[in-house]
């Protein structure tokens, strides 16, 4: 199970941290990140960091956006500061235990069908 929190409202230029605590499964050789969804967009990576521990980042979100995890990857963190009104969206934490892909594959592709997900938290951002 993985449960978001810290979204909110911030002006553009602000900050926010988002938090992902991982509950159900133990170990740290598995790959987590962040993902957003837009109204009327598909879903894509934010920030990963792969069973490797191999960190990636969208271009769109490179120099602003922080990925980190405790070591057991029990929690995942997303310090996003320089936030753009186009950084509004739905933000999930994703995590595969099972998933071969690493490093900016896992960014692109995703958890895979049967990966838990969290229930999201809300992002926006206003100019």
């Known amino acids: 199970k993985l449960v978001e929190s810290g979204g909110g409202s911030v002006q553009a230029g602000g900050s926010l941290r988002l938090s992902c605590t991982k509950s159900?499964?133990?170990?740290?050789?598995?790959?987590m990140g962040w993902f957003r969804q837009a109204p009327g967009k598909e879903r894509e990576g934010v920030a990963t960091?792969?069973?490797?521990?191999?960190?990636e980042y969208a271009d769109s979100v490179q120099g602003r956006f922080t990925i980190s995890a405790d070591n057991s990857k029990n929690t995942l963190w997303l310090q996003m500061n320089s936030l753009k009104p186009e950084d509004t969206a739905m933000y999930y934490c994703?995590?595969?235990?099972?998933?071969?892909?690493?490093?900016?594959?896992?960014?692109?592709?995703?958890?895979?069908?049967?990966?838990?997900w969290g229930q999201g938290t809300q992002v926006t951002v206003s100019s």
């Open positions: 159900g499964y133990t170990g740290g050789d598995h790959c």
């Open positions: 960091i792969d069973a490797d521990g191999d960190i």
């Open positions: 994703g995590a595969d235990p099972w998933t071969r892909l690493r490093g900016r594959a896992f960014l692109l592709g995703g958890p895979g069908e049967f990966a838990p």
